[in-house]
């Protein structure tokens, strides 16, 4: 699973759209003041899950270097162990 599908790209309720006075009880004024921010909170928990998958490192992005030649920072994890083995073994890359 990748991040994308946790992007927020916009709040599903704004304050701008509201009408000047709007007809709302209190409590659903409340209630809509509230809807951007708990949408927020359950968007950024979702990342946090995201993150703790086993997975989340095949789906983050690394900048290949000279010495590491990998798209995601499992692959660069993994480059780097074979590498340190590889030397450990006598046979430096």
Same mark, same amino acid.
């Given at each position: 699973?990748?991040?994308?599908?946790?992007?927020?790209?916009?709040?599903?309720?704004?304050?701008?759209?509201?009408?000047?006075?709007?007809?709302?009880?209190?409590?659903?004024?409340?209630?809509?003041?509230?809807?951007?921010?708990?949408?927020?909170?359950?968007?950024?928990?979702?990342?946090?899950? $995201?993150?703790?998958?086993?997975? @989340?490192?095949? *789906?983050?992005?690394?900048?290949? &270097? #000279?010495? +590491?030649? $990998?798209?995601?920072?499992?692959? @660069?994890?993994? *480059?780097?162990?074979?590498?340190? &083995? #590889?030397? +450990?073994?006598?046979?430096?890359?």
């Amino acid at each position: 699973m990748g991040f994308s599908e946790h992007k927020l790209t916009a709040f599903d309720k704004q304050i701008i759209n509201l009408p000047d006075q709007p007809k709302m009880t209190p409590g659903e004024l409340k209630r809509y003041f509230d809807s951007s921010p708990e949408q927020l909170r359950q968007a950024h928990n979702n990342l946090c899950d $995201a993150f703790a998958q086993a997975d @989340a490192a095949a *789906n983050l992005g690394f900048t290949p &270097s #000279a010495g +590491v030649p $990998a798209g995601t920072v499992q692959a @660069a994890v993994e *480059n780097v162990q074979k590498q340190v &083995s #590889a030397a +450990v073994l006598g046979s430096i890359p």
